[in-house]
T-cell receptor, first 113, second 110 residues
Framework: KAGVTQTPRYLIKTRGQQVTLSCSPI?????VSWYQQTPGQGLQFLFE???????NKGNFPGRFSGRQFSNSRSEMNVSTLELGDSALYLC????????????FGPGTRLTVL | GEDVEQSLFLSVREGDSSVINCTYT??????LYWYKQEPGAGLQLLTY?????DMKQDQRLTVLLNKKDKHLSLRIADTQTGDSAIYFC??????????FGTGTRLQVFP
């Protein structure tokens, strides 16, 4: 079974632009979560989706948004990019409605210049 | 709020056992996880333990959970150079939101 895939793997943008990242969960998984990893703040939770509904949201500004499609694929969008948005963005999927194993993709490395 | 703490570094000799420790503050934790991250890679799930368990063993990995002290540990038996990586402890209490520790960098020397 294929793992979690994320596209693109690397992205370079300039301040003020917007970006869309994509995540395809493991087949059959309906829960998708997003995390931001930076050297200064570590791993921080962005949001979680289940059956196209956002169930949980982390403490990030409204510039960060996401959605989930009927096939469980998810996208996250960051508008008006700032230098501090440079990070590794990780997506995780889970089979169960609550709890259990969460599997991560390889991440998208976003660099904002 | 919830917090998860780990020591930053651990250095062990190849063949020895490694023990990585983690403390958490959330009393309503349901699952606790250990992830491994190698340079330039995502997070690899190593193992996880349900909060009503005390111990879980999986090949070279042993997880111990002391719920009273909110302490979690990961023991890696017969540590190899390929085990060199950053290890993250994560706590899950509300839905599927994971709270991660800062990560412990494990260095294995010959």
């Amino acid at each position: 079974k294929a793992g979690v895939t994320q596209t693109p793997r690397y992205l370079i943008k300039t301040r003020g632009q917007q970006v869309t990242l994509s995540c395809s969960p493991i087949s059959g998984h309906r829960s998708v979560s997003w995390y931001q990893q930076t050297p200064g703040q570590g791993l921080q939770f962005l949001f979680e989706y289940f059956s196209e509904t956002q169930r949980n949201k982390g403490n990030f500004p409204g510039r960060f948004s996401g959605r989930q499609f009927s096939n469980s694929r998810s996208e996250m969008n960051v508008s008006t990019l700032e230098l501090g948005d440079s990070a590794l963005y990780l997506c995780a999927s889970s089979l169960l409605d609550r709890g259990g194993a969460q599997f991560f993709g390889p991440g998208t490395r976003l660099t904002v210049l | 709020g919830e917090d998860v703490e780990q020591s930053l570094f651990l250095s062990v000799r190849e063949g020895d056992s490694s023990v990585i420790n983690c403390t958490y503050t959330d009393s309503s934790s349901t699952y606790l996880y250990w992830y491994k991250q190698e340079p330039g890679a995502g997070l690899q799930l190593l193992t996880y333990i349900f909060s009503n368990m005390d111990m879980k063993q999986d090949q070279r990995l042993t997880v111990l959970l002391n719920k009273k002290d909110k302490h979690l540990s990961l023991r890696i038996a017969d540590t190899q150079t390929g085990d060199s990586a950053i290890y993250f402890c994560a706590d899950c209490s509300f839905g599927d939101k994971l709270i991660f520790g800062t990560g412990t960098r494990l260095q294995v020397f010959p």
